[in-house]
Nanobody
Framework: QVQLLESGGGLVQAGGSLRLSCTDS????????MGWFRQAPGKDREFVAS????????LYAPSVKGRFTISRDNAKNTVLLQMSDLKPEDTSVYYC????????????????WGPGTRVTVSS
């Protein structure tokens, strides 16, 4: 059974950094592509980044490319999102999710989600 749990959210000033972590309590972590999404109040959930099963391939939303880095450690069943140069518009609840796809970017391609962790960036 897959259970994802995010951590690492919090309050940070603009220009600062945070590292989000997502741990999978299941046994098949290396068989899934993983992704990070975010959802601000009143807005749709949007793609942030995804990473392939092996970690060799990554994709980013244009709004975060160059500032965020996704990585994974299959031995620890963990996917990370390093966020730098944070902006107030990055304020959202961030979710990790898993997919049977190769390197998906759409919500419907992901089958299991964590409860989310809140990130607030003050100006």
């Amino acid at each position: 059974q897959v259970q994802l749990l995010e951590s690492g959210g919090g309050l940070v000033q603009a220009g600062g950094s945070l590292r989000l972590s997502c741990t999978d309590s299941g046994r098949s972590f290396a068989t899934y592509a993983m992704g990070w999404f975010r959802q601000a109040p009143g807005k749709d959930r949007e793609f942030v980044a995804s990473i392939s099963r092996s970690g060799d391939s990554t994709l980013y939303a244009p709004s975060v490319k160059g500032r965020f880095t996704i990585s994974r450690d299959n031995a620890k069943n963990t996917v990370l999102l390093q966020m730098s140069d944070l902006k107030p518009e990055d304020t959202s609840v961030y979710y990790c999710a898993l997919s049977w796809g190769s390197l998906p970017t759409v919500v419907d391609a992901f089958s299991s989600w964590g409860p989310g962790t809140r990130v607030t960036v003050s100006s």
